[in-house]
Structures are given as C-alpha cells and as structure tokens.
C-alpha cells in the first residue's frame, strides 16, 4: 500500500481510537426524555439529513443563544451588574465625590435598588463609570480577575460555574452535528468574550453583545483600543435581530432565549423560509435554581408564554426536564 | 478488520483521491517567486509549524483583508460609488425633486466629480439616499441584481470579476494552512455580503464593513430589518481595529491593505505580541492594472510607503510581482 495512502488509514483509526470520551457519553444526558428534548433531536434530524426535504447546508446552520437566564444564572440580579457594583466599590478610593452622588452613593452604602431607582440613567453612570475610560486589555483584564475571585452569595461558586449542564451539553450536541453556536446577548459583548470559548465553547467571534464607543489611538507608541463611557449599542429586544445582522449577516435557523429581551429574536428566527426552531428556557424550579416569569425584574417572561406555544416554540420546563442544573455544587 | 476501521480506511481513500485538483495547482501560482511571495510563505510556515517558536494556533490564525483596491479594483472610482451612481439614475423618475437638488443633479447630469466636490455631506446624502429607507432584503436584491447587470468602463467585465487570481489564491492558500479570512473594508457591510462567499470563499459572517443604522420591525405581520439613511460606523482608518475588535474580538496575526485607508489595521495588527505580517499591495501596473499611490484620491498610499519597510511591512509590487491580474479578460 503507497505510503501516503498507509498514513491516510493510520490517521483514520486514530481518530476512530481517540473518540471513545465523546462517542461514550449519550448527548443531552442531562435532559429528561421528555417534550422538549424530543423536539430538539427531531429538528437537528430533519435539517441535518441530506435528501430531507428541510435539510439545510452546515455552512447556514447557526444556533443562537441568549446568555443572562439561559447559558447562566442570573438571579439575584444580572452578574455583569454585580461586576459593575463591585467595580464601583473597588473603584471608590478614587472618587471621594462618589459618597454624595447618586447612583454611586446608594451603591456604596449597599442598596442597590435604591441606586436603579433612578432608572435607565442610573444604569448608563453606572455602566459608564464601571465600564468606559478604560482600554480594551485593562478591561479583559479586570472581567477575568472578577469571575477568578468573585463568589455568587447564595451558591458560594464562582459566577462563571453558575452555568446550566443541560446547556453545555446542548451546544456539544449541536457543534457534533454541525451547528455554529453563537451568543446574542444583552450583556457586555467584552464582559463575555475573556471565557465563553473556555466554559462554552463559544468563541470571541461568535459572541454577540452590548458595547460602549471604542476607539482606536497610538499611546506611547503602542497602538490601543479605548472604551469610553458611552454606549454604543444595546443588543436586547428589537437589538438582537439588528445585532444578528451586523454581526453574522445570515437568519440563522434556531434560538434559544428565556425572557421577553429574546422574543424578537425568536421572531426573526422562526420567521425564515424553511424548518427552524425556537427554544425558551422556563425558571420553573424554587428548589435547584430560582422561580421566575411574568413578575420578575430580572428575566421576565411574559408574552413568550402567551404567543410561544401557538408560534410553535418549545417551552422548557427546567424543574420536569432537567436532571441536573449546574455542572458543579448548586442551591 | 472491524467494520468501523474498514469504513473509516475508505473514507480516507476517499478523501486522498479526492483531492487531485487542490494538491496538483501549486498554491499562489501566479505569484513570481520574489521577495513578497517568500516573505508570506515564511511566514506562514513559521505560524503553522508545531514546535516554532512562532507557532500560532489555528483558533487564533486570522488574517483580515481590505477589500477596494486589495481583493478587487477600485478604479476609476469605488465600484460601490458608481453602484450609488447608478441607483440615482434608476430612482431619478420618482425623485423630480433631485434635477435641480446637489449632490443629485450633477450626478443625473454625470459630472461625478463635481457631486463628490460638496464634500462628506455630499457622499453621506449619496449614500443616505440610495442605500437607506430599504429593507436588508431588497437592499441585497438591489446590489445583486447591479453586480450581475453592470460593466466597467473600462474592461467591460462584471466587477465582481474585477478581482485579483493572485489574492484569490493567497485566500486559498491561507485557508488551506487553517487560516480564517476575513474582509475589513471601508465599503458597506451589506454591500459586500451578497456574492464574498461565492467569489472569495468568506463566509457573510467574516465580512466586515461600513454600516447604516438597522431597526427591527413587524411589518404586516413579517418581521423585517429596515436600513435607514444614516451612517452607523465607518470601516475605515482609525475605524478599522474598532471594526476588528468588534466582529472578531481577537487580534489578527496578518494584514493586508493597499492603501492609507489600512494603515492603522496594519499597524494595530503588527502590534501584537508574537509573530505577524503586514502587507501593502503596491498599485504599479499601469499597463494591466492601475498605476498610483501618493497621488490619487482613490486608495491613496503615502503613508505606507513611507513607514511601511521599516516596520517590516511586505510591499507587493503588482507590475512585477504578479503574473496576472484578472482571472479573466483584463484591461
């Protein structure tokens, strides 16, 4: 046998050798057999096999996901929230001014509620003086250090282990089937991208996010990038389709989100000539997570339960359909 | 021999005799074997050998393009102006208003120069007016529809083939050694979108580009992305590592430009810890191509070659380093 074609079979039986980890594990095992898992084979079955009749090509096969709520916890308030109140109080020796100035003074005695009562420009100082007037690498730098040292004050884990395992293995299931997954998310397009490719598997250039105004400048002979304290584009709502176009330029095929801040993004989605699939994660469980919909301030689902069963969404039941909730530790 | 082996041998048969046409070309064939051409295989080499001290791996292997006057000409004028141009004509009948309205009147009567001598508000009305107030659907109708209908003045090719064989082949040969390609132009992103993948192998979600504001709406009942008349963000210059860091979130390891309109992408990407390679396309053949540089006012390059060689930048002579320029037909 030629010697090129002796090493084609070679490499061949090492890769057949060296999968038996992935080939082992059965996908989804930590879903329940139930409604929603059964719905999601079906759809990557009928897109995925040539000659079916809603077969769609690997390159057009793009999954989107929000992340607040549905790769991650984000009870009892959005974490990139608890950053930037940690930046505040981190950032406070600085700013002696801040004691007497609001939304910065009700953050640093504690009451954050009180501090977003002043609503979305309370949001906008905070975020700006958190977030801008810093360069992009001070930031990677600074979102890293956080997720490193800072505890969630209910699970004692770290934020970035307060992700959902049945969606870990739904991204696995969906890259093993030729999917590209990608994050459309409200949150801080660079709060993310330090450690999705790492606990996601998401890379930087998959990730689709809010951000501030950046700009370019030659400091010191070094060419850097500056966040400034302005926001550039929020990626939530009626944003996520804009954001989908700027950032991938294809409808991708499915979406999976758990609030109303998703909802145009199933829209966009599920409205696309051929099979799709919308997917919206329900926080039904008191017990392993937390229990939330319609009333909540953080994640509030509300019209997609009322429109999503007749638009033909799937609505996961996380308390009946969930065998486990985070990889490790938990409630 | 298990059934498994057996199988996995044959597929790897298969993919070996499969492959006549790729392994048979040598890569970048029309490529002089010169200075330029030595320098990217080194330095493809270098990144892409296990053990180098520059090795870069794949996940980070990214290169990024300029588009005008880089992948395809830019002359006598940006082909994405005369497509402007042309859309003015095509709405002249439903705009009375414009025979006697600057920059419109001059550009129905074909006098481009003195349309473009009012200036950036001149171009933003141009733009504003033939690339807004669309739906994402219909704009990409339009641009498809005027790629397959117009011709140069010059050469009377379509402008999509008004691309450079030896730049398709670099693409080629950078993806077969695992690079990423991408696009970052100063051009619409929208523009671009419809027909890069086809003719240049990169994918929508690898362009990166100019962009006017987008908004999200239900319009009898299809949801839909509606462009408006206003510039979002400009790709160009100090624009281009914001564009960068925003569609990529990593920095590339090579750069190519061929203009000052490039300069800052190349200097942002040559900055990066560990190997990289910026290179300028010299605009030098007047008899198969365009001669200019310092002095045109389209892809003017001054700048670069003033700073370009000491900083280590690849300057392609096109006169003598290519040994042709179009795939087909030509000047």
Known sequence: MPARLLAACLAALLVVVATPLWAGQAPLSSWQDGSSRKAIEAFVAKVSTEGSPAYVPPAERIAVFDNDGTLWAEQPMYFQLIFAVDRVKAMAPEHPEWKAQEPF??????DIGKALAGGTSAILELVGATHGNITTDEFDAAATA???????????????????????????????????????????IDFMRPWTEEVYGIPPEQVVGSSVKTTYEVRDGVPTLVRAPEIDFIDDKEGKPVGIHSHIGRRPIMAVGNSDGDFQMLEWVTAREG?????????????????????????????????????????????????????????
């Not at 689902?301 to 938990?330: A, C, H, S, Y």
């Open 105 to 110: 003074a009700s953050v640093l005695k504690g």
């Open 146 to 188: 956080w997720l490193e040292t800072a505890r969630h004050p209910r699970t004692g884990l770290k934020y970035n282990e307060m992700v959902y395992l049945p969606m870990l293995e739904l991204l696995d299931y969906l890259r093993a089937n030729d999917f590209a997954t990608y994050i459309v998310s409200g949150g801080g």
């Open 275 to 331: 099979a799709s699939l919308g997917v919206i994660i329900h926080h039904t469980d008191a017990e392993r997570e937390w229990a939330y919909d319609r009333d909540s301030h953080i994640g509030r689902l509300d019209r997609g339960l009322d429109e999503g069963p007749d638009r033909g969404w799937v609505i996961v039941d996380m308390k009946n359909e969930w065998r486990q909730v985070f990889p490790t530790g938990g409630k």
